[in-house]
């Protein structure tokens, strides 16, 4: 077990078998750039943005057998227990982080959309956190044309980012903290941001087994209702 500069632990497992990596404060371009032509304009404008605490998140999504463990009740399983949860709305998913902080003494919560953007391109500028190249997604994620039988995979099943998270892009789509409002980007707040105050949607990313590689990009931004189906994965906080 390793520990930062500041003494933080990197990498840790908590009491359910959870696995989550430690994400540096820091600053990163948010949004999509000048020269993606797949962009759309709630992705822009592209802006500044700084984390400015450390914080945990789960190397891995939220599985199926993680949620029912901590929730104490079974889901219908279109996957294996290994797989990401694809049937859990936004409410679903607080109350999961409610009893993560009941099991283990510690805050754990859904990212804010900055801070899973920031963790997903892991110092990265380009498209996706490999590269501008849609040809190696084969490499990186579950899509449209591998998912073969149209459905989830286990987790951890490509290739990690440059932070050693899984599954950020593909597999399944995660929800975030956040409202949606598709021209936040131009108002929002240099440090932090929490996103908009209400809504009708919160903010979904990462994409799905069933999307094409332009729909998986680390821009690519999307919302659903609150009690719609996702999966998710999660932060803790640093204690103090």
Request: charged residues 30%; negative net charge; proline residues 6%.
């Amino acid at each position: 077990m390793s520990t930062n500069e500041g003494g933080i632990i990197e990498e840790i497992i908590n009491s359910i078998g959870m696995k989550l990596r430690l994400i540096p404060a820091g600053s990163f371009m948010m949004g999509a750039s000048r020269g993606d032509d797949d962009a759309e304009s709630r992705e822009k404008p592209q802006h500044r943005v700084e984390i400015t605490k450390p914080f945990y998140i789960g190397v891995y999504p939220v599985t199926f057998e993680q949620y029912e463990h901590v929730m104490s009740e079974g889901l219908y399983k279109s996957g294996g227990n290994d797989h990401p949860v694809d049937n859990v709305s936004w409410y679903d998913a607080q109350e999961f982080c409610r009893k993560m902080k009941k099991i283990t003494r510690h805050k754990y919560r859904l990212p804010t959309e900055a801070e899973w953007e920031y963790s997903c391109r892991a110092g990265t500028t380009t498209r996706y956190y490999w590269g501008d190249n849609d040809e190696d997604t084969e490499n990186y994620a579950w899509y449209d044309e591998n998912s073969v039988d149209e459905g989830s995979h286990p987790v951890g099943g490509k290739e990690p980012n440059a932070w050693g998270l899984y599954d950020m892009l593909g597999n399944e789509y995660e929800w975030c903290q956040d409202w949606y409002d598709k021209n936040y980007y131009s108002q929002s707040p240099a440090k932090d941001p929490p996103g908009p105050s209400s809504g009708d949607n919160r903010v979904v990313r990462g994409g799905c087994w069933y999307n094409a590689p332009f729909d998986l990009r680390s821009s690519f931004r999307f919302m659903d209702k609150p009690g719609y189906k996702n999966g998710f994965r999660v932060v803790r906080e640093v204690d103090e």
